[in-house]
């Protein structure tokens, strides 16, 4: 297990949500490796806590794919798998193109603005090299799509399985000679929404998608 893992304590969140985080940020930046056994003992020791939200944190991640509970083992960091990964992004790369093609039509220009400054917020942090901040202004660039669609079921939906694309996300935006591809996709993107030109929109976010997915099946394939 990592020496690296310390707890990053937010005073507005209960503890379990806390040891989720930190776990979760240490499984998503490689600290944790997959097939790597996440016992509670140890754990508790390493973050200083007890049991209970190591518990609770590891029953989180489960959730969103990142843990695993095998047989007379216990819990262990997911390993990422072809099938996970495209059942996974084709699901998405479907509500994607819905939720954009819905964004053409309904999307305010209050929102429109927001999307064309995260965009460019998003292409000021690939310079930057801190790779959460590239992931959070990406997931955001996606979540001004989905509110414009004004339909709260999509949303809740796409909210749901943006948990189990975060990882894959990560996993591409890892290498920065995936940037430019990326900047160029939220241009088309936005060029679409903006000229409310759904087939353009829709188009260029399938390529999104299936570009993410093409990078990823090699990552995967890599580790095999």
Same mark, same amino acid.
């Given at each position: 297990m990592t020496d690296d893992l310390t707890l990053n304590m937010?005073?507005?969140?209960?503890?379990?949500?806390v040891v989720f985080?930190?776990?979760?940020?240490?499984?998503?930046?490689?600290?944790?490796?997959?097939?790597?056994?996440?016992?509670?003992?140890?754990l508790a020791? /390493?973050?200083? !806590?007890?049991?209970?939200?190591i518990r609770e944190a590891i029953r989180m991640l489960e959730q969103e794919g990142l843990a695993v509970t095998m047989?007379?083992?216990?819990?262990? !960091?997911? /390993?990422?798998?072809?099938?996970d990964m495209e059942d996974v992004l084709e699901i998405r790369e479907a509500l994607d193109e819905?939720? !954009?093609?819905?964004?053409?039509?309904?999307?305010?220009?209050?929102?429109l603005k927001k999307l064309i400054a995260v965009k460019e917020e998003f292409e000021s942090n690939t310079k930057s090299g801190d790779l959460k901040k590239i992931a959070e202004s990406d997931v955001l660039f996606h979540d001004i799509i989905?509110?414009?669609?004004?339909?709260?079921?999509? !949303?809740?939906?796409?909210?749901?399985?943006?948990?189990?694309?975060?990882?894959?996300r990560v996993e591409y935006i890892k290498n920065p000679k995936n940037y430019p591809v990326l900047i160029a996709e939220h241009e088309a993107i936005v060029e679409g929404v903006k000229n409310h030109d759904a087939?353009?929109?829709?188009?260029a976010m399938h390529e999104h998608v299936a570009n993410q997915a093409a990078a990823v099946k090699e990552i995967i394939q890599g580790q095999e």
């Open positions: 937010n005073a507005y969140l209960p503890l379990r949500d985080h930190t776990l979760r940020e240490a499984i998503l930046k490689g600290d944790l490796k997959p097939g790597e056994r996440l016992m509670e003992l140890q020791a /390493k973050l200083g !806590v007890s049991r209970t939200p047989p007379r083992k216990g819990a262990e !960091v997911a /390993k990422m798998t072809l099938k819905l939720a !954009v093609r819905i964004a053409c039509e309904k999307i305010t220009d209050e929102q989905y509110e414009a669609t004004g339909n709260p079921k999509l !949303v809740s939906m796409l909210n749901n399985l943006r948990e189990q694309v975060y990882r894959y087939k353009k929109a829709s188009g």
